[in-house]
Each structure stands twice: as structure tokens, then as C-alpha cells.
């Protein structure tokens, strides 16, 4: 698709202005439907909209816009002119579907229970913010994280008006949330490193090739205590290849140590593009 130039060379794309409204709609949605209707806090700059909306019954939708101001005046000196208009944008787009969801005669009865609000308000949140966070990696847009202290104490804050009750199913609202995110935004890459130090290294590493069709690098290493020689075999594999590893290394030389890293991200042959396709009669 064809990128839209602004006055002000922004290279602004189309498709980056439907993911942000796409990833806001998501969020707000469980911010009003679950988070507002059931009385649960948030951190961050949400959750000091909820504390204006409690206590002096502002609209979150407008206090989003306030509450931001003085934050694009601080972002204005250290974004870039595209991150600061992604954000600017985000912030706006959030403002107008809060206000939105607010005005759609949507009911979602969950008959008050707070765990099942905790846990719709999780995933309808983080699975939001997610997609926010997909478009900050694979775009190299920076679109703010709040910081964790501020995220403590705002909900903290939020026992102004709400019951410790009511603030312990925040947290678990809190906990689904970030699960929700960490899977939205690693799901599709997630992979696993591979250690392997083995006298049948030369072994392990030609049954790996010829059974999982993973490529495979040999590290030199010396022994601590014995201070000998090791060729340690490194490879990366999908979750669902890891049993069948073990499994392969363990026929070949039980005594293997194998050491299982989790990959952030894995760019590359098989993981970001295809593999090369093995026919096997057998």
C-alpha cells in the first residue's frame, strides 16, 4: 500500500493509523464495559482519568485529553516529529472511542462478579495495548511506557475510591493485563535458545540439522573446573520443536547439558519467513 507524504515528511501510512485506531478501540472498550462499570482502577494516565472521573465525575474521554497535555509539552523536546504525531494521534483516537463506548447501549451482564471483570477487563486491555505495543516494535515508533512507579502509585491512589476489595481484583486485572500483552506482542515470534554441551556434539548437531531442518552453531568453550576443550552446539527452535529436541539429544548422549533460553524475538530463516520445505517418504 502506498504511503501518504504530509506537508511535513512524516511518511505516514494508512495502514499505521488503522492498527493505532484498531489497538485503542480494543482497549477502551474494556476500560468502559469492565474497568468503569464494575469500579476497577487502572495505572498510569488512565488510572488517574478514573480517579477525575470518581471524584469530580469528569469524563475520562475528555480528562484522557487534559491529563496529556502536559505530557506532549515534555514529549515535544525529545520525540520526533512522526512519533510525536503517532502519539498525539493515539491519545485523540483513545479520547474518541472512551467517549464512544460510553454513549453505546451495550450491556455486559456479569452480575457484579469482580473476578470475571478482572479478567474480561485483562484481556480486552491487554489484547488493546498489545497491538500498540506490536506496532511500536515492528515500527520503531516510540509511543510511551508509563513507568512502574508511577503505575504503583496511581493505583494506590485509587484506594480514594474504591475498597481494598475492589482494589485487590485491580490487581489481578493488572496481572491478565500485562500476561495478555507479553503474548499479544511475542506470541507470533516466540522461539526458544538452545544450549548444548555434549561430547557428541558433532552428533547432536547433524541429527538436529536432518530432524528439525534447524540450522545449528558451534561455540568454543573451556571448561571451568577442567579447564578442556568443549564445542558447545547453539541452536533456536520453536516451543512446539522443544520436546522433540530433548528427546533427539537425550537418544544421542543422556548425559547432554542442555541449557533452554527464552527468545525474545527470532528474525530469520523459519521464524520470520519460510522454512525450506524437507519431503521425507518416511
Known amino acids: 500500500m502506498e504511503k501518504k507524504q504530509s506537508r511535513f515528511n512524516l511518511d505516514i501510512s494508512i495502514v499505521d493509523l488503522l492498527v493505532i485506531a484498531a489497538g485503542t478501540a480494543i482497549y477502551s472498550f474494556g476500560i468502559v464495559f469492565f474497568n ?15 480517579i477525575l472521573r470518581a471524584l469530580f465525575h469528569i469524563d475520562p474521554a475528555y480528562s484522557t485529553i487534559l491529563v496529556n497535555i502536559p505530557l506532549f509539552a515534555i514529549g515535544y523536546r525529545f520525540l520526533g516529529k512522526k512519533d510525536m504525531f503517532y502519539t498525539l494521534y493515539g491519545t485523540i ?6 467517549w464512544i463506548w460510553q454513549r453505546v447501549p451495550i450491556v455486559i451482564n456479569l452480575d457484579h462478579d469482580l473476578l470475571l471483570s478482572a479478567i474480561g477487563a485483562g484481556l480486552f486491555g491487554g489484547f488493546g495495548c498489545g497491538i ?12 510511551g511506557q508509563t513507568l512502574l512507579t508511577i503505575d504503583v502509585l496511581v493505583l494506590l491512589s485509587s484506594l480514594i475510591y474504591l475498597n481494598v476489595r475492589q482494589m485487590a481484583y485491580t490487581l489481578i486485572y493488572v496481572w491478565i493485563f500485562s500476561m495478555i500483552v507479553n503474548f499479544t506482542q511475542r506470541g507470533a515470534y516466540t522461539a526458544r535458545g538452545i544450549l548444548i554441551i555434549s561430547n557428541e556434539s558433532e552428533r547432536i548437531s547433524t541429527a538436529i540439522q536432518d530432524e528439525l531442518s534447524r540450522g545449528v552453531t558451534f561455540l568454543n568453550a573451556e571448561g571451568g573446573y577442567s579447564h578442556k576443550s568443549k564445542q558447545v552446539v547453539y541452536c533456536v527452535v520453536s516451543p512446539s520443536e522443544l520436546h522433540t529436541l530433548k528427546k533427539l539429544v537425550e537418544s544421542i548422549d543422556e548425559e547432554a547439558f542442555i541449557s533452554i533460553i527464552e527468545v525474545n524475538e527470532a528474525i530469520g530463516e523459519g521464524f520470520t519467513y519460510k522454512r525450506p520445505k524437507r519431503f521425507k517418504l518416511l
Do not use: C, P, S, W
Not at 468503569?36 to 478514573?50: C, Q, S
Not at 483516537?93 to 472512551?98: D, H, I, P, S
Open 93 to 98: 483516537v483513545l479520547a474518541v472511542f472512551l
Open 132 to 143: 500498540a505495543r506490536l506496532f511500536e516494535r515492528f515500527k520503531g515508533v516510540q509511543m
Open 36 to 50: 468503569i462499570y464494575n469500579h476497577l482502577a487502572d495505572g498510569g494516565v488512565t488510572g488517574i482519568t478514573l
